[in-house]
């Protein structure tokens, strides 16, 4: 077996420049659309809920102290959107929507995935199935939206703010 050489071993090519930063690991599917499409495919399968949500009573307490805890919902997050990103590139909006329920489970306060939903939805062309998206979005909770997914909705349902002012 062959040994592997470490920053601390003579270069064999007799080379005083030093040693040499070590680079991420690499796989043969770095590069490939098809590999990355994959994983992120894959990827949504994994997640099921908050990290140990289903952990026993007095378990693993010592993660309330780590940062991994406040990781993970951005991690999920940002490969939420980046699957969004990669069907709705490929004209999949269903996919790109599951994407982001997916996402939501684990990072329901994130706003960029709420930002996105409405975008995917729309992408759908199903006007209603839209329009309920837009009232669940302006019915949770008791904040306000953000203005830039408020914009959003603006653009995709320009008659929404009609259609509340008859309802309301």
Do not use: C
Request: no cysteine; aromatic share 2%; charged share 25%.
């Amino acid at each position: 077996m062959p040994r592997r050489r470490t920053s601390s071993s003579s270069s064999s090519t007799g080379s005083t420049s030093g040693a040499t930063a070590p680079r991420p690991p690499q796989g043969r599917g770095v590069g490939s659309r098809a590999v990355r499409g994959r994983l992120l495919t894959d990827a949504p399968v994994l997640v099921r809920g908050p990290l140990l949500a289903d952990r026993p009573e007095g378990r693993y307490r010592w993660l309330t102290h780590e940062i991994v805890d406040a990781q993970l919902p951005l991690l999920v997050a940002d490969t939420g959107l980046a699957q969004s990103d990669f069907h709705m590139e490929k004209n999949r909006a269903e996919k790109a929507i599951k994407a982001l329920d997916a996402a939501l489970r684990t990072a329901p306060a994130d706003e960029r995935l709420w930002h996105e939903l409405p975008r995917a939805t729309h992408a759908t062309g199903d006007a209603d199935r839209l329009a309920a998206l837009a009232t669940d979005l302006i019915g949770r909770g008791t904040r306000v939206l953000p203005p830039r997914t408020e914009a959003l909705l603006d653009e995709l349902l320009p008659t929404r703010r009609d259609t509340i002012a008859v309802a309301g």
